[in-house]
């Protein structure tokens, strides 16, 4: 892979919150240090997801990125991935605190310009990241979002999610989702936390790719997301795609316009 721009390996690369670990990687540009900082993303990823993303396309952005002279950091979420803790203790404000040790980590980088900090996400990274912006508005520029789940605690309040009965949480502590141990602290995040409410705290520019065909995070929560934000945000559809933006076509668009968008706002390059 000599050649390429981009580091042809990812660091390797930890943090502890609260005493577990995040496991992670970091892609940096070739020359950053000290004297030479570059922009850094940090990179969200979805529901019972990990860094690498589905159909590998958090690493692939990673990728991008630094072939375009930006930073970014990738971890698992505590409980998932090769992160430590229990899936069962995660929620959607879990994960925001989760983000904010990442943000801090990222922050500290010897070659991170801290006045140059970006978050993306995927699905509910998407959610954590429009949380984190709107909790942080200072610290980053701008956030780039792929179908944001803007839909969880709306499914919940209303009784309509899938396997995720408050009955079996009471009696339990948690239900079974597709094979994993959803702990009643996600319930009680997500009926009682106005998630636009705080993404509308974010003041920066927005990118929300969707597709028209989603199925599990319908697009309607991302036209909501684009009314609640107003001219900062920018909602491009892909027709026909569905959540895991399955074909190449869709796939690539979601890449281009998230590198696109990124290198427009953290490198002033179109």
Known sequence: ?????YEPEPRYVTLTRDGLTMRGMMHVPS?????HRVPVVLILHGFAGNRIGTGFSNAELSKRLAAEGI?????????SGESD?????????????????????ARRQPFADPGRIAV??????????????????????????????????DKWKRGIAEDLDPDVLQRDGYVDAGGLRLGEIYYRDAVNTDFYGIAAGFKGDVSIVHGTKDKVVPIAFSRKLKQVLGDRAVLTEIEGAGHDYEKIAYAEARQDLAVRFLKKELLGKE
């Open 71 to 79: 930073a970014s950091v990738r971890f698992d979420f505590l409980g």
């Open 120 to 153: 993306h996400g995927m699905s509910q990274g998407g959610l954590v990241a429009a949380l984190l912006a709107g909790s942080h508005p200072e610290e980053l520029v701008c956030e780039s979002l792929w179908s944001p789940a803007f839909s969880i605690g």
């Open 1 to 5: 892979m000599s050649g390429n721009r």
């Open 31 to 35: 020359g950053a240090d000290e004297t």
């Open 85 to 105: 803790g229990r899936f069962q203790d995660m929620s959607v404000l879990t994960e925001l605190q989760d983000a904010e040790s990442i943000l801090d980590f």
